[in-house]
């Protein structure tokens, strides 16, 4: 069920619905999420099932606000204050101790807790709607079946799941790939799954390095070997090798697709081609939807050009290679 975003009868509809315990699809300003209020461990199962997600994998808790973070945190502490001081609301998720008996299910079993305060504006409504009703914070993974494309457009969450979902209609995501996650319940935080708030950024609000993550580090939303994933197979190459392929491809009817910034289809090419933005703000905007586009198609191969190796592509190049894992 679509229901525009900045419609304050359907935030109300929608606090209600996750007030009694249903779930709800909503924007924020990197995917659109699939959320159920937190601190019921039933409404939080129903996220798990719907998306064919292992109960074990941890979700992130969305909250209005800093003051929000306490009704789930066992305590902040200076490295995870400092970065809810600097970026939120935004597009960043801190891990941090769980406070006892609150939010077992969406924290996947673990003794942590994954927080965000997203920055969209109808995230912030429902969020503040469903807390004027009780509900502390909203268990919310992308709204997407597990492991496969997030969506960032509220028609994408409809093609997904059906009609039946409430779907909070906010536009298209400005992010379009999901929050960092630093890792702030060990001795050195660490940088878990890089987003659009780059290392070098964070690394500064520290004033240390971001350690890598550990065999002890807690397991984070979007951090296993394969996810993102297209039904097409999709392979990442270099530039270079994927000149190679097209050339040695020739006049071949497969159904084939390429997503590149630098490389160039050959002459009387038969085949599909979207060019990814030199930007990475912009091809981290873009991505997913491009992915599902060129889905959408019944391709059976994709086949994307690296993104380049500087740090402001790292969430780009996450999420591809994840992709290309599957």
């Known amino acids: 069920m679509l229901l525009p975003g900045n419609d304050a009868e359907a935030i109300e509809r929608a606090a209600d619905a996750l007030a009694s315990g249903h779930l709800v699809a909503f924007p924020t300003e990197t995917v659109y999420g699939l959320g159920a209020r937190a601190d019921d461990d039933l409404a939080v199962s129903a996220i798990f099932r719907l998306k064919g997600r292992p109960a074990d994998h941890p979700l992130i808790v969305h909250v ?11 305590h902040l502490g200076d490295p995870a204050q400092r970065l809810v001081d600097a970026f939120w609301p935004g597009p960043l998720t801190i891990i ?43 268990a919310a993974p992308s709204a997407n079946r597990f492991g496969r494309i997030s969506p960032t457009r509220a028609q994408h969450v409809v093609d997904e799941f059906g009609d039946d979902l409430i779907v909070l209609d906010g536009g298209d995501c400005e992010v379009g790939i999901e929050s960092s996650i ?61 000149n190679t392929a097209l050339q040695m491809l020739g006049d071949s009817a497969l159904k084939l697709a390429v997503y590149s910034r630098t490389v160039a289809l050959p002459p009387g090419s ?45 969430g780009v190049r996450d999420r591809l290679s994840r992709a290309a894992a599957a």
């Open 182 to 242: 630093v890792d702030c319940s060990g001795f050195t935080p660490a940088l878990l799954r890089p987003g659009q708030i780059s290392r070098k950024r964070i690394e500064a609000v520290l004033g240390a390095p971001l350690a890598a993550p550990g065999a002890d580090s807690p397991r984070a939303s979007g951090t296993l070997e394969s996810h993102y994933a297209p039904r097409a197979k999709l392979r990442l190459m270099s530039a270079q090798m994927l």
């Open 96 to 138: 941090v101790p769980r406070a006892p008996g609150v939010a077992a299910a969406a924290a996947g079993g673990q003794d942590t807790i994954g927080l965000r305060c997203p920055a969209h504006p109808v995230a912030q409504a429902l969020l503040a709607a469903a807390r004027a009703r009780g509900v502390r914070g909203v």
């Open 270 to 314: 038969r085949l599909e081609r979207r060019t990814m933005p030199d930007d990475p703000d912009r091809a981290a905007h873009e991505l997913f939807a491009t992915l599902r586009e060129l889905d959408a198609r019944n391709l059976d191969l994709i086949w994307v050009e690296e993104p380049p190796s500087e740090a402001a592509w790292d």
């Open 64 to 74: 209005t606000d800093a003051s929000g973070a306490l009704d789930f945190a066992g």
